[in-house]
């Protein structure tokens, strides 16, 4: 009834019938070459028994793993399916900050199983939820268990937080989960800003490179900063002339077009009468635009004081000053020294990745402001006088949006299919979960979930192209931002086995809307998550939002590791602010630049812009797999609605 090979098995099979004077025969040849043992299975409902001739009884299948991470048997005519220690090897190499939403859900289903009573409302919904799955399916939920118990120790304590209970007559209440996931989300944020999971509740100075303005070494900027909210500045070393600046670091002006095609955006590079800093040639540099209450993050060279602030001087000069403090996380990786042509030399290029944070004031006016870094003098050279300062780079002050806005997907396009081709067309399910967000100084509040599924697009091939039209995203009400997980799998193409899939991860996913709702709930309640009251007070609002993304899409390629056959082949977390949506919808703003980065499961994204016209951004989302050797493409809309 069901059979299970090693997923690195490569299999060739044959059929022949054989038709006799008495009978009709069936019989397969399968050819097994194998790097590793090879599992096969005959099982299925008691009710196959003694069906045609002396096939042998078939007996239920096991609610232990079939095969390592396996609690669902390959269909057949799947393709190969990437192992258990694949995934996880993948998910431990990448993972800094352990999940508190998936030990909680392995904690209740385990109380789950063992036919504990519900200890508390939490429980109580979850538990209605796993009561609700058919009996095959609840094998999968205590397969999965297994899995989770059979990993290592070590590896328990990299996936999943230590902190919640382990104790089986514990239940799990709203209080441990929301203290966890605020956890959680600062070490995500540490991780997003200062590259360090500590870097949000613990400063640290950089080192000392300042070098003797009294002696013979070159003169250069001693306190540098290299970038402003990740866009290079005209103090970047090595220097970089104009033809080194991606457009995106570049001012831009824009204005709307109409012609027979309709409106457009006309968007050029400013040259001169430049709003903040300009190269030689008269080409203005980018100033970042930036909410007011938000934080500005730059990276630079010599923050060496956590007694460093930041003063801010609005344009035209005279008008308006504030110094605010700044959270400093100091490089203490990058050497302090390297050899060239024989001699010692100290490194002060960029490099050096220092970072500081500060908080714009939340009344400060719209407009341009000039801002500088200003350390006490701990340099060790009186030279430079009771403060350093570095030089002066720009930000412009946004008013916050309380537009309405939507992200609508068009287009799936398998560039190209995975590897092996030879065994079959893919089968393709696309999931998405999309939370709005408001935000105080003191409080966090996710919204109610919106979910996107697509249906199953079979029988896709290399070119093939299916529309996919659909809303991810809708605000009725403002918010502050929104966080979104995306996810497609090349998935079994028996319809029963895509039954136990689905059926089994909706309850997951019906899981997590319930944790997610009482952890916020307990963190907005003011009685815990201190260190994301402090995220919000220091203005991380916009990384905030990829951390809630990043938790959430991290329990679900957990989640998935530990039990389906299902191969990741798309994967993303996208987050926006109210401003970020409004910049990528107004007109009066270039389309951003195309990026790439590397997700948590090793896809690698690839975002290109395809067109902008007033209220409308238009983007394709390209997604590699190595480990399928597939590239699949979403091409996605966002409208400003209101």
């Not at 996931?181 to 944020?189: C, D």
């Amino acid at each position: 009834m069901c059979r299970q090979p090693d997923p690195r098995a490569v299999r060739k099979t044959s059929g022949q019938q054989a038709q006799t004077s008495h009978k009709t025969e069936c019989s397969f040849d399968i050819n097994i070459v194998s790097e590793g043992d090879i599992h096969i299975y005959n099982c299925g409902s008691a009710s196959g028994a003694g069906t045609r001739g002396a096939s042998p009884p078939l007996v239920e299948c096991p609610t232990d793993p079939i095969a390592p991470g396996q609690c669902v048997p390959l269909a057949i005519g799947a393709k190969p399916k990437q192992s258990q220690r694949q995934k996880l090897d993948r998910l431990l190499a990448s993972t800094r900050v352990p999940s508190s939403l998936g030990a909680s859900f392995f904690h209740v289903a385990r109380r789950f199983i063992a036919g504990k009573e519900p200890g508390n409302a939490l429980e109580a919904d979850t538990f209605a939820v796993l009561r609700e799955l058919a009996p095959d399916v609840q094998g999968i939920l205590s397969c999965a268990v297994t899995s989770f118990d059979s990993l290592s120790q070590a590896e328990r304590d990299s996936l999943f937080d230590a902190s919640l209970p382990a104790d089986l007559d514990a239940p799990l209440d709203a209080a441990a989960l929301g203290a966890s996931l605020a956890r959680e989300l600062t070490q995500q944020v540490g991780v997003l800003v200062f590259d360090d999971p500590a870097g949000t509740e613990a400063e640290r100075p950089g080192l000392n490179r300042f070098f003797d303005p009294g002696s013979d070494d070159v003169f250069q900027t001693q306190l540098r900063i290299c970038s402003v909210n990740g866009i290079r500045t005209s103090d970047f070393l090595p220097l970089l002339g104009p033809g080194d600046f991606l457009p995106s670091e570049l001012q831009r002006e824009c204005q709307t077009v109409v012609d027979s095609a309709g409106p457009r955006l006309d968007c050029r590079v400013k040259q001169g009468n430049c709003p903040g800093n300009f190269l030689q040639d008269q080409t203005c540099l980018r100033v970042p635009e930036v909410e007011a209450g938000l934080a500005v993050v730059l990276q630079g060279v010599n923050f060496m004081s956590v007694d460093a602030t930041v003063r801010m001087f609005a344009e035209p000069a005279g008008t308006l000053a504030r110094e605010v403090d700044a959270h400093v996380v100091g490089d203490i990786e990058t050497l302090l020294t390297e050899v060239i042509d024989g001699q010692e030399v100290t490194i002060r290029d960029c490099r050096v990745h220092d970072r500081l944070t500060f908080r714009v004031p939340a009344d400060l006016p719209v407009g341009v402001y000039r801002i500088q870094v200003t350390l006490p003098n701990t340099t060790g050279f009186p030279q430079f006088g009771e403060f350093v300062f570095s030089g002066a780079q720009y930000i412009q002050v946004v008013p916050p949006s309380s537009a309405r806005f939507e992200i609508s997907s068009e287009k799936l396009r398998a560039r190209r299919e995975t590897s092996p081709a030879s065994f079959g067309s893919d089968e393709v399910r696309v999931r998405v979960r999309s939370y709005p967000i408001t935000a105080s100084l003191t409080e966090l509040i996710l919204g109610a979930e919106q979910a996107f599924d697509s249906v199953k697009f079979g029988n896709m091939d290399s070119g093939d192209t299916r529309d996919m039209v659909g809303v991810w995203f809708r605000n009725q009400q403002p918010i502050a931002a929104m966080a979104m997980t995306v996810f497609g799998f090349e998935i079994d193409s028996e319809s029963a086995y895509q039954q136990q899939i689905d059926s089994f991860t909706d309850a997951f996913y019906s899981y997590l809307k319930i944790a997610v709702a009482a952890a916020a709930g307990a963190i907005g309640g003011g009685a815990l998550g201190l260190g994301v009251k402090d995220l919000v007070a220091l203005g991380l609002k916009h990384w905030l939002v990829l951390a809630i993304a990043a938790a959430v899409a991290l329990v679900v390629m957990v989640f998935l590791a530990l039990w389906a056959p299902a191969d990741l082949i798309i994967e993303d977390k996208l987050g926006f602010t109210s401003v970020d949506l409004a910049m990528l919808t107004g007109a009066s703003f270039p389309p951003p630049a195309p990026t790439q980065y590397k997700t948590g499961g090793g896809i690698r994204v690839t975002v290109t812009p395809l067109e902008k016209i007033p209220t409308q951004y238009r983007e394709r989302r390209e997604y590699f797999s190595e480990d399928e050797d597939s590239i699949y493409e979403i091409e996605l809309r966002y409208n400003r609605l209101a």
